[in-house]
């Protein structure tokens, strides 16, 4: 009966131990990490599909699940709220506290075109003229009044229609506008769509150049200066023409400071070791970079992202291996003169003991072999007075307390000695 029922214990507590481990262990699918990325078909919501498809073939930790989203204003606060774990926004929108960095993505260019038959050269010739402009609330039209307000143009000495890209763009190859006025990636589908219809219309282009971009930098500092450089858009006829100056804006990937360290580096991780792969699948991934301060969004870096980008530098202990072995010298030095020193204090106190031992011997001699009580009286003067003595030097610490207990036992012996001396005489 005994042996049944350690059998029975014995097979509960498997049992329970085999349950534990899958609950704790062989249960646990990827960590999914939502994450906002922008307008369907916008740049940041293509790459972000690349990613959570190359995510997939290189981790089985981590896996993303992509959703478009209205702008970076709404992609801020789902990421504030809780309701998305990752979300892309430009350098330019006001983020709260909770917000952290995890790769710069690629920067968005400010782009000015114009066509060719409405002689606009600079942003001052404007004036006169009909613009398409992005749709209102988004920080693209920000960003284009923020240009304007840098060239103190006056916002009645221009017409302009407020629009979605798409009918933005259908204005300009009709002629209903003059120019059209995005941020997008020099490879954003949308804009490669209108210069190729601009091409299949024959309609003459210019790039318009922002040429004040560091100057508008300097009040705005989320913006970076920026090159589209000659021909970035076609060859022949080149496109643009020559190296034309702009303003940039970065895109973001960002996430909430709560969301698991591990997820973040592994995500992080796996956009820079299988880079290749991405750009393969899409060449905008090549502008994905990491620890730098290029972006101009001042945001701290996610502990998971930063885990992973520090990952190479050396410890405290690596860094400082000189001078913490110095100063571990130097107090192993410092210690061994003190013993040293504590060694020879040691020596001197129990040096100092010996010699009044030694007095209490040659009392305790004399008082043996005298014969006169006066003598004795003296000798026991004189015992009490080398008490007196050790007891001052236990004060200030020249003999020890131990050295002082010995001491006493002898110097007791010692007063005896004398008293049975003096009672024999008597």
């Known amino acids: 009966m005994r042996l049944a029922i350690i059998l029975f214990v014995t097979v509960l507590l498997a049992a329970g131990g085999g349950i534990g481990w899958y609950v704790t262990y062989g249960n646990n699918g990827p960590v999914v990490l939502s994450v906002a990325a922008g307008p369907r078909n916008s740049d940041s919501y293509t790459l972000l599909q690349e990613i959570a498809e190359v995510l997939e073939r290189h981790s089985t930790s981590v896996r993303l699940k992509v959703s478009p989203s209205k702008n970076s204003s709404t992609n801020i606060t789902l990421v504030n709220s809780g309701e998305v774990d ?107 769509r209108l210069i190729e219809d601009a091409g299949l219309k024959k309609l003459a282009m210019r790039f318009v150049p922002i040429d004040q971009a560091a100057a508008i930098a300097q009040k705005r500092p989320f913006l970076k200066p920026g090159i589209v450089v000659k021909g970035s858009f076609d060859g022949n006829p080149v496109l643009p023409a020559n190296d ?107 040096n100092r003991l010996d010699s009044y031992n030694y007095q209490l011997l040659d009392i305790a001699e004399k008082a043996q072999i005298s014969g006169q009580v006066e003598d004795l009286r003296l000798l026991k003067k004189e015992l009490f007075s080398i008490l007196e003595t050790v007891v001052r030097a236990l004060d200030t610490d020249e003999v020890t307390e131990e050295g002082f207990q010995s001491f006493s036992l002898l110097w007791e012996s010692v007063r005896e000695t004398i008293n049975d001396q003096m009672a024999e005489i008597k």
């Open 244 to 350: 034309v100056s702009t303003a940039t804006v970065h895109r973001l990937l960002v996430s909430n400071s709560k969301v698991d360290a591990a997820a973040i580096r592994e995500l992080t991780r796996i956009l820079f070791e299988n880079k290749l792969d991405l750009v393969t699948r899409i060449p905008l991934a090549a502008s994905i970079v990491g620890a730098k301060n290029e972006t101009g969004a001042s945001l701290p870096y996610h502990a998971g992202a930063s885990s992973y980008y520090n990952r190479d530098e050396p410890s405290f202990l690596q860094e400082n291996a000189e001078p913490i072995a110095l100063l571990v010298t130097l107090a192993a030095m410092l210690i061994s003169g003190l013993l040293a020193l504590r060694g020879r204090f040691s020596a001197t106190q129990k």
């Open 86 to 192: 990752l979300a892309t926004i430009s350098s330019d929108t006001p983020v709260s506290t909770s917000v952290r960095l995890v790769a710069d993505l690629f920067p968005d260019y400010f782009i000015l075109i114009s066509r060719e038959s409405a002689q606009i050269r600079s942003i001052t010739d404007l004036k006169g003229k009909r613009i398409a402009v992005p749709e209102d609330g988004s920080s693209e039209l920000l960003a284009f009044w923020s240009v304007i307000d840098h060239y103190d143009l006056p916002t009645g000495s221009f017409d302009f229609t407020s629009t979605d890209l798409s009918r933005g763009a259908d204005l300009f190859l009709s002629g209903e506008v003059d120019a059209i006025f995005l941020v997008r990636s020099l490879r954003d589908s949308a804009l490669l």
